[in-house]
């Protein structure tokens, strides 16, 4: 089994910062890549930013200079620091995990509960 949690969400004004976390524990062979994702309601899921396990990274546009991902190997854990937040920065994130189970050769998406970000304007 494997789990990922998240912490780190809450309620911030516009223009403020908040440090989301996930951990991944388990049965983890390696894990490729880690990532977070939103979805705000009545909007589909969408990419926020990815980190490779060597550094790679990808952000969407919207956050982009405002957003930073990173993570740490050894723990199986991955950040995503938000600045300068905007009210349309409001919704549920999501950790996301592409890994490999030990004894495994196949690597498959895992996901985190959700954390929820709200931002007043």
């Known amino acids: 089994q494997v789990q990922l949690v998240e912490s780190g969400g809450g309620l911030v004004q516009a223009g403020g910062s908040l440090r989301l976390s996930c951990a991944a524990s388990?049965?983890?062979?390696?894990?490729?890549?880690m990532g977070w994702y939103r979805q705000a309601p009545g909007k589909l899921r969408e990419l926020v930013a990815t980190i490779t396990n060597d550094g790679r990274l990808n952000y969407a546009d919207s956050v982009k200079g405002r957003f930073t991902i990173s993570r740490d190997n050894a723990k199986n854990t991955v950040y995503l620091q938000m600045n300068t937040l905007k009210p349309e920065d409001t919704a549920v994130y999501y950790c996301n995990a592409n890994l490999q189970l030990t004894g495994m050769r196949t690597i498959f998406p895992y996901w985190g509960q959700g954390t929820q970000v709200t931002v007043s304007s």
């Open positions: 388990g049965s983890i062979f390696t894990i490729n890549v």
